[in-house]
C-alpha cells in the first residue's frame, strides 16, 4: 500500500499522516482488508470495491463516501483487464489497482502538473483525463482500419471479412458501453450530494463530460461506418451471385433450344425423312450452330453482357 500527498508533485507520505492531510492511497484487492496506520483511512478499506469482479464503470453515493469502479475496454501485455476501484471522501481517496497500470498514472500526473489544486475532486479528473487521453487516437486506428476494409471489399478481396467485421464489432460496442458509463459516472459525480467537491471541481468534471460525450459520439459514428462497410460488402456479394445467375441464365437460354431439337430428333418414329437422308446429321449440326449464334447475338444486342 502506498500513500500519496494529493498536492503538487504527489509525493509519497512518511510516517503517519495527519487527518486535514489530503491524501491518495493506492492499494490492491489483497491490501483491502489490511488494517492502515492512518485512522481516517482505515475505516474506508473495507468499502472500497475490488476491481476483480468488477464488470461496469459506476459511482454510488453513501452517507460518508463515494465509491464505485472503473473497467476500461483495454487490457494489459499479459491480456489482464484493466480497471479500478476507487472510494473519496473529502480529504481521502482510495484507488484499487491489481495491474500496476495506476502507479504508472500516478507518477505521470506527479511530472505533469506542477500546479496541481489540491482536493480529491481535481485528481479524479486528471486522472480521468490521462485515462481517456489517448482514446481518440485509438479510436483514428479504428476508422482506419474500417477504411483498410472498405478498400478491400471494393477491390473484391473480401476473405476474412465476416470475421474482421465481427471483432471490430464488439470492439466498438465495447467501447460506446465504456464511454456511456462513465458519462452516468461524471453525471453522479456532477450531483455532489456529499459536497465533497468545490465550484472549480464540478467544472472539472463538466469539461470531462463533454470531453467524453464527444468519444461516445465518435465510437457511434464509427459503429454506422462499420455498418455502411457491412452493407457494401454484402452488396459486393449479391453481385457476384448476380454475376453467377446471369450466366447461368445465358447459358440456360442457350441450351434451351438446343434441347428441344435433342428431343425432337430422338424420337425415331419410321417416317422422319431426316433419319434416312444422307445429309441429316451435318443439317442438325448446322441448326444448332445457328441456334447458339442467333441466341448470342440477340442477348449481345438486348445488352444482357
Not at 492502515?36 to 453515493?61: G, I, N
Not at 496541481?116 to 482506419?144: N, P, S, T
Not at 463533454?210 to 468519444?215: A, E, N, S
Request: aromatic share 10%; net charge negative; hydrophobic share 40%.
Amino acid at each position: 500500500m502506498d500513500l500519496y500527498h494529493i498536492s503538487s508533485d504527489l509525493s509519497l507520505v512518511s510516517g503517519v499522516p495527519e487527518a486535514e492531510e489530503i491524501l491518495l492511497a493506492l492499494v490492491t484487492s489483497e491490501e483491502l482488508t489490511h488494517p492502515h496506520p492512518d485512522p481516517v483511512l482505515e475505516p474506508y478499506l473495507c468499502h472500497t470495491p475490488s476491481p476483480r469482479d468488477a464488470q461496469v464503470c459506476k459511482a454510488e453515493t453513501h452517507r460518508k463516501y463515494l465509491c464505485g469502479t472503473i473497467v476500461t475496454p483495454r487490457h494489459t501485455r499479459e491480456n489482464i483487464p484493466i480497471a479500478f476501484g476507487y472510494l473519496l471522501t473529502d480529504k481521502r481517496m482510495i484507488l484499487c489497482d491489481d495491474t500496476g497500470v495506476a502507479r504508472q498514472m500516478i507518477q505521470r500526473l506527479g511530472r505533469q502538473n506542477p500546479q496541481r489544486e489540491d482536493g480529491v475532486g481535481a485528481f479524479f479528473y486528471e486522472f480521468l483525463e490521462l485515462l481517456i487521453a489517448k482514446d481518440m487516437h485509438h479510436l483514428q486506428e479504428l476508422e482506419e482500419q474500417l477504411n483498410q476494409m472498405e478498400e478491400s471489399v471494393l477491390a473484391g478481396n473480401m476473405e476474412n471479412f465476416d470475421q474482421q467485421m465481427s471483432g471490430m464489432r464488439k470492439e466498438l460496442f465495447g467501447w460506446i458501453r465504456y464511454y456511456t458509463q462513465l458519462d452516468d459516472l461524471i453525471c453522479e459525480f456532477q450531483e455532489n450530494e456529499n459536497g465533497y467537491f468545490s465550484e472549480n471541481e464540478l467544472r472539472m468534471f463538466h469539461m470531462a463530460e463533454k470531453r467524453i460525450g464527444r468519444l461516445l459520439s465518435e465510437a457511434q459514428a464509427l459503429r454506422e461506418y462499420g455498418i455502411q462497410v457491412r452493407e457494401l460488402f454484402q452488396s459486393e456479394i449479391d453481385i457476384r451471385q448476380n454475376r453467377i445467375m446471369k450466366i447461368l441464365t445465358i447459358v440456360t437460354t442457350i441450351c434451351l433450344p438446343l434441347s428441344l431439337i435433342a428431343g425432337w430428333y430422338g424420337m425415331n418414329f419410321s417416317h422422319m425423312p431426316e433419319l434416312t437422308w444422307r445429309y441429316g446429321y451435318p443439317m442438325v449440326i448446322g441448326v444448332s450452330a445457328g441456334v447458339v449464334l442467333l441466341c448470342l447475338w440477340i442477348m449481345k444486342k438486348k445488352k444482357f453482357w
